[in-house]
């Protein structure tokens, strides 16, 4: 069992940064992969980004390749994603989650999720 908890989220202008923080607690945070989705009004939750359990790989979407960086510590079991260069369009409630596998796009595959932290980004 993984509960996690994130933070970081608030308001920003457009071209700004965030860093968004996800505490992990429970057993064997190392042995999960690690990803963050969003989920903007009246739209379906979409991939953002991905970290395999060792930090090794990481995997973006294209809307923020080049943009947004994911990074963990598993000795504070900890996954941040850091944003910058933000747009409006990256508005949305961001979710970081738990899975035991390593596929990494599929919001399903997911096994322990977050409650949320959001993220508005003014023009």
């Known amino acids: 069992q993984v509960q996690l908890v994130e933070s970081g989220g608030g308001l920003v202008q457009a071209g700004g940064s965030l860093r968004l923080s996800c505490t992990a607690s429970?057993?064997?945070?190392?042995?999960?992969?690690m990803g963050w989705f969003r989920q903007a009004p009246g739209k379906e939750r979409e991939f953002v980004a991905a970290i395999s359990y060792s930090g090794n790989s990481a995997h973006y979407a294209d809307s923020v390749k080049g943009r947004f960086t994911i990074s963990r510590d598993n000795a504070k079991n900890m996954v941040y994603l850091q944003m910058n260069s933000l747009k409006p369009e990256d508005t949305a409630v961001y979710y970081c989650?738990?899975?035991?596998?390593?596929?990494?796009?599929?919001?399903?595959?997911?096994?322990?999720w977050g409650q949320g932290t959001q993220v508005t980004v003014s023009s």
């Open positions: 429970g057993r064997s945070f190392s042995s999960y992969s």
């Open positions: 989650a738990a899975q035991s596998y390593a596929n990494y796009y599929s919001d399903y595959l997911y096994d322990y």
